[in-house]
């Protein structure tokens, strides 16, 4: 049986199967792009740029390694030639393999069935064009079932006036058929597809200036996404940005135009909540690219609107790297200044190896202390800015603050602004540029790093979904400062270590001298807690007195280990006599009865409505509790060997 891990990255949770795989899985794509065709009945582009945009992101950020890349353009697309390919692809593809198909061209139909038009298709015959009935038996021969098809051409015989776009389609009337919508034959349980556009749109090709190159609006849009979202992105988490992406593209460059085209999603569940290119048992790794280097100074592909943070770390490897260990790293790096895309960093270690392309990891978040309050400067236009303020107040836990002036550095500034006829609000940190993050486990143990957004079309909408991750961090800071007073019995709380490194399995000690039920939570360094113990349960787990238990994870087949980024870590036990529901919402209008107490640093929440009932909390007087704090350092692996040098 494999024995599962919890990995904890900053005492962040995430699954892995612990055991090996003797099969390094791999990444392979064919990437065909078509601008202008031999027959002279189809309409022609100049020569499209789709898949050398697409080749690079995909190798510098997404891991495709340049001997697994294979491009065709113009006129070396044949349909003989991408046949040859896909059949190529299709002999080295192993169970584990990721596998990417990549068409940029014009689309025909023939029947109820889309086709797409190599360079050598004819205007009069869909004979040579490669059907999608050829697709599916591609995707079917596949020994793997992760496979992406993108598909940047409609199907539609649209024609336009406007001189700088054109539509994908075969621009030739009458001849191969009316498009009609249709059931995909593409084995959606095998494959996930990506289409520019519905089949009644136009997928829309822009033409350069000088008119010598064209690239697809749905490319251009899809490469800028792929750059800069995090690797846990899902297919339809990707189709949701594009689609809002593309509409907002068309509308600004072509304002006087009445374009539509909305990007199409198709799969199964489980496909389409598949992470981008995945190769399975072979998770993406994360990292950044460096774009430029300037004496002591680096440049990274990603800034605010990716989360970076300033003070942030980052190890260095070489450009195709993949093996992100000490054996391979070339130096180390240190955020300075973040601005909106990029992000400036100053050379720690290795000044002389690093160069652009290089890979960039994440190892160690900036240190900060949580121990402070909920302090809250907005910025919003009236009269929405009067009505957030009027809302924040009746949370009753966070401070408001009257403009910037007063700002201390664990403070907060929301922004908001208007956005497609609604409101976006984003949570900042007191510089005003470095958005906060928040981190979400799921229920099987995936971690994603978010940065702190609402949408909606009124304040209150705002709100409703800012409060969970405000309940979140004021419980972070209140219980690194919550003491009880008059305790009645003892909780002792510590880990095995003092310091941990990357790849460190994770203990928790804890005893009572009394019976109790037993509540531990992690205070990652992005300030968000998580409930460790009882893992995914609202029900209360009682420990005995005088005994010591060791924490290694949820269950003897799930284990914590240290994973980056990493930084100041935090553990919380709190012991109660009766009991007490593990959530956290729950837990701190708990801990606002307990301020009735006398308990400082805990005063209630105003507006929550709580499950338990709130007479049963009062009973709860200080000698039927108490907490234990803790604290530790991790690192990632070569930053900890060379501290103990």
């Known amino acids: 049986m494999r024995r599962k891990r919890l990995m904890l990255r900053g005492l962040l949770i995430l699954m892995m199967l612990a055991s090996g795989y003797a099969y390094t899985a791999e990444r392979y794509a064919l990437l065909v792009s078509v601008g202008a065709y031999r027959d002279p009945e189809i309409s022609n582009l100049p020569p499209s740029e789709d898949a050398d945009l697409l080749a690079r992101v995909l190798r510098d950020r997404w891991g495709f390694k340049a001997e697994n890349l294979f491009i065709l353009k113009e006129e070396q697309a044949t349909k003989s030639a991408i046949m040859a390919k896909l059949q190529a692809i299709a002999q080295r593809v192993q169970p584990d393999d990721a596998v990417l198909f990549f068409f940029s061209g014009h689309g025909g139909t023939t029947s109820q069935h889309f086709t797409l038009c190599p360079w050598d298709a004819q205007a009069r015959s869909a004979d040579s064009d490669i059907t999608e009935a050829e697709l599916a038996r591609w995707v079917q021969e596949l020994k793997t079932t992760n496979v992406t098809i993108i598909l940047d051409c409609c199907f539609e015989k649209i024609t336009t006036k406007a001189p700088q776009i054109r539509p994908k389609a075969i621009g030739f009337a009458g001849v191969r058929g009316s498009p009609k919508p249709h059931t995909l034959s593409i084995p959606a349980e095998r494959a996930v597809l990506l289409k520019a556009s519905q089949e009644d749109e136009q997928a829309m090709q822009e033409i350069s200036a000088e008119g010598d190159a064209s690239y697809g609006v749905f490319t251009y849009n899809l490469v800028s996404a792929l750059r800069t979202v995090p690797p846990e992105t899902t297919y339809r988490q990707l189709v949701e940005r594009l689609r809002s992406d593309v509409i907002q593209y068309i509308h600004s460059v072509w304002p006087s135009e009445h374009f539509i085209q909305t990007p199409r999603l198709a799969g199964s569940e489980q496909q389409q909540n598949r992470r981008l290119f995945e190769a399975n048992g072979k998770p993406l790794p994360p990292y950044r690219r460096i774009t430029r280097v300037d004496g002591d100074k680096v440049e990274l592909d990603a800034g605010e609107s990716a989360g970076v943070l300033s003070g942030s770390r980052y190890a260095i490897y070489p450009p195709e790297e993949e093996v992100f260990d000490d054996s391979h790293r070339l130096g180390l790096i240190e955020v300075i200044e973040v601005r909106q895309a990029v992000a400036v960093a100053r050379i720690v270690e290795g000044q002389e190896r690093i160069i652009p392309n290089c890979r960039a990891r994440l190892i160690q978040y900036p240190d900060f202390n949580l121990a402070s309050k909920c302090r809250l400067s907005i910025e919003a236009p009236e009269p929405q800015l009067t009505e957030l303020r009027n809302a924040v107040r009746q949370l009753g836990f966070i401070e408001l603050i009257d403009g910037s002036d007063h700002l201390q550095p664990r403070d907060w500034v929301l922004k908001v602004r208007s956005s497609d006829g609604g409101l976006q609000a984003t949570l900042y940190e007191s510089d005003g540029k470095t958005p906060v993050q928040r981190v979400e486990v799921t229920d099987n143990g995936d971690v994603r790093t978010l940065i702190v957004t609402a949408t909606g079309t009124t304040v209150d909408a705002l709100i409703q979904q ?23 019995f003892k909780i002792e709380l510590r880990t095995d270590k003092e310091r941990y490194q990357e790849g460190d399995y994770f203990k928790v000690h804890v005893k009572s001298d009394t019976d109790c039920y037993l509540i531990l939570i992690a205070i990652d360094p992005t300030g968000t ?37 990493t930084g100041r870590e935090c553990l919380i036990a709190i012991a109660t006599l009766q009991e007490v529901s593990p959530n956290l919402e729950q837990l701190m209008q708990m801990l606002g009865q307990l301020n009735q107490a006398k308990v400082e640093s805990a005063p209630p929440l105003s507006g929550i409505k709580v499950v338990t009932p709130v007479r049963e909390l009062q009973r709860l007087s200080l000698d039927k509790w108490n907490i234990a704090v803790c604290h530790f350092l991790s690192t990632g692996k070569d930053e900890f060997e060379r501290k103990q040098e």
């Open 529 to 565: 807690p998580t409930v460790l113990h009882p893992w995914r349960t609202n029900q209360p787990q009682k420990v005995s007195g005088g005994k010591e238990y060791v924490f290694e994870g949820p269950s003897s087949e799930m284990k914590w280990v240290i994973k980056p980024p």
């Open 466 to 488: 800012m409060r969970p991750v405000w309940i979140n961090f004021y419980a972070a800071r209140t219980l690194l400062n919550l003491k009880n007073s008059d305790p009645r």
